[in-house]
């Protein structure tokens, strides 16, 4: 068992920056890929970023690359989404997952292969 905590949301005008965090306690961390997915108000959560065990393969969706940056820190339990030049399109309630079963050093878009789900942040972009 894992529990995730995410934090860093709040409101930023359009252009501006936030930086999330989400914090992994239990198991050992290294052990499993991270992913960043989000939910607008009335639209399906949707995948954002993520990162694998070792750090050294990032994905994301097409609508963040360029913009956002997943990392993470195995020794502090801890990832990270660094989110640049902000617009209205991206508030929603971001949350952190875990996929305790990655194969090899992969990581997964896909939600359903994700076992553990922080409660969410919000982000809100003002235009």
Same mark, same amino acid.
């Given at each position: 068992q894992v529990q995730l905590v995410e934090s860093g949301g709040g409101l930023v005008q359009a252009g501006g920056s936030l930086r999330l965090s989400c914090a992994? /306690?239990?198991?050992?961390f290294s052990n499993y890929a991270m992913g960043w997915f989000r939910q607008a108000p009335g639209k399906e959560r949707? #995948?954002?970023a993520t990162i694998s065990r070792s750090g050294a393969n990032t994905y994301y969706t097409d609508s963040v690359k360029g913009? #956002?940056?997943i990392s993470r820190n195995n020794a502090r339990n801890m990832a990270y989404l660094q989110m640049? /030049?902000?617009?209205p399109e991206d508030t929603a309630v971001y949350?952190?997952?875990?996929?305790?079963?990655?194969?090899?050093?992969?990581?997964?878009? &896909?939600? +359903?292969?994700?076992?553990? +789900?922080g409660q969410g942040? &919000?982000?809100?972009?003002s235009s």
């Open positions: 992994a /306690s239990g198991r050992t949707e #995948f954002v913009r #956002f940056t640049n /030049s902000l617009s949350y952190c997952a875990a996929d305790n079963n990655p194969t090899g050093n992969s990581a997964t878009s &896909q939600g +359903w292969r994700y076992d553990y +789900w942040t &919000q982000v809100t972009v």
